[in-house]
């Protein structure tokens, strides 16, 4: 069982971090091993509120960058792999990164690889960045492979950053279009509700279906709080079966804005991560299975899966691909390009910079259509909250004059 401990060193410096044991016992005995002093020992569910909230203990895309990065440095620069993990845990800022590297200089000063004390940390490393740190051992090229990777990790942000920020803006302008109306629902409509009953207005039929839906969220809400629950507990339940999550992918690159944006971003992560796990020295094969396994769409995953058993079977990369309606041309003929020259690993570095381009284009496509569809759409349900309120009171005011 993973264990978390604190404890001091001789020159009383207090240290955190994880440890592999079967009990507190035996953890206790292998930090006294190790010349420090155990305070605390706990099972790694049970350390506090970070159980509760995991943001807390949570080691951001932007850390691990940040640890490839200086890795690679120091490793170039002729440090010892502890030298490199000892001065990387005094400059981190984020105590579970700091944590981690803890873990992984015991795993190195017990005799551990580098590739073998990260798998314990699979929330942390993913299995390509583990693969290619297991590559590079036997290579030999730990530091050329470790800034290749700090270079994909950074382009994968940098991806991801675009299009949260692209979307960032239509997102806040929705949240904020409901809860107005929630607002207007709650302490506004039931105002106006007891006017008109007051009066004794006859109501046309939208504000009848305002003033229902005001009730609604006034006595209630607890209904919609349970429904929502409950259809939120069994969309999970399905989308987390094949099929389900199968159909949801499938849609997905149908959506009219969204879909090519997405399947692109696919393309760029897929022939990126591809070209970095050939050029660290790794199987054609074992590169298709590792890559599909980032691209996060079943369909893609599938697809690349297929290709990966064709190419097993003697058929060329880029032939294989031509069977598939997924694949662009455009990559196709740069992987067949990069198999006739025996430069794949360019060829596919180049395919991934053409699909970053097309994504960063389509983001600000997106960006200018979604401005004007979500002011029209903003505006529809404003005019119409305001025409179903005002209707009954301008139908008053045309009978009396």
Do not use: C
Request: hydrophobic fraction near 50%.
């Amino acid at each position: 069982m993973r264990l978390y401990y604190r404890a001091v060193t001789k020159d009383g410096k207090t240290i955190r971090g994880l440890v592999e044991a079967k009990d507190v016992k035996e953890a206790a005995t292998y930090l006294r091993n190790h010349q420090f002093i155990p305070i605390q020992i706990l099972p790694e569910n049970k350390t506090g509120l970070a159980h509760y909230l995991p943001f807390l203990r949570r080691v951001k895309p932007g850390d691990i960058i940040f640890f490839t990065r200086q890795l690679a440095s120091m490793i170039t620069s002729g440090l010892t792999l502890i030298q490199a993990m000892n001065i990387l845990k005094n400059q981190t800022q984020n105590a579970a990164l700091e944590e981690v590297i803890e873990g992984i200089i015991s795993d190195i000063e017990d005799g551990a690889m580098l590739s073998k004390a990260l798998e314990k940390y699979p929330h942390v490393f993913s299995p390509i960045y583990i693969a290619l740190i297991k590559t590079a051992e036997v290579s030999g090229l730990l530091d050329k492979v470790l800034t290749r990777l700090a270079d994909n990790l950074e382009k994968n942000d940098k991806l991801v950053r675009t299009i949260r920020g692209a979307l960032m803006y239509p997102v806040i302008v929705v949240i904020m279009m409901i809860l107005v109306m929630v607002v207007m629902m709650i302490f506004v409509i039931p105002q106006l509700t007891v006017l008109y009953g007051d009066l004794n207005l006859p109501l046309p039929a939208a504000t009848v279906f305002i003033i229902s839906v005001s009730n609604f969220f006034i006595y209630d809400w607890y209904i919609a709080i349970a429904l929502a629950a409950l259809a939120f507990y069994y969309i999970r339940q399905w989308y987390n079966k094949p099929q389900g999550r199968k159909t949801v992918d499938k849609y997905v690159l149908k959506l009219p804005i969204f879909g090519r944006m997405i399947s692109d971003s696919i393309m760029a992560e897929f022939s990126r991560t591809l070209s970095l796990m050939i050029s660290s020295g790794s199987l054609v094969v074992e590169s298709l299975l590792k890559s599909g396994d980032v691209v996060g769409n079943v369909l893609y995953k599938e697809e690349i899966g297929t290709v990966a058993k064709r190419v097993e079977k003697g058929i060329s990369m880029g032939s294989a691909m031509e069977t598939s309606t997924l694949f662009p041309p455009i990559i196709i003929e740069m992987v067949k390009i990069g198999e006739q020259t025996g430069k794949l690993d360019a060829s596919l570095l180049k395919a991934s910079d053409y699909f970053e381009r097309e994504v960063e284009e389509k983001v600000k496509v997106m960006s200018t259509l979604l401005e004007p569809i979500i002011m029209v759409m903003l505006a529809i349900g404003v005019g119409f909250l305001i025409i179903s309120i005002i209707t009954p009171i301008y139908n008053l005011i045309s009978n009396i004059s």
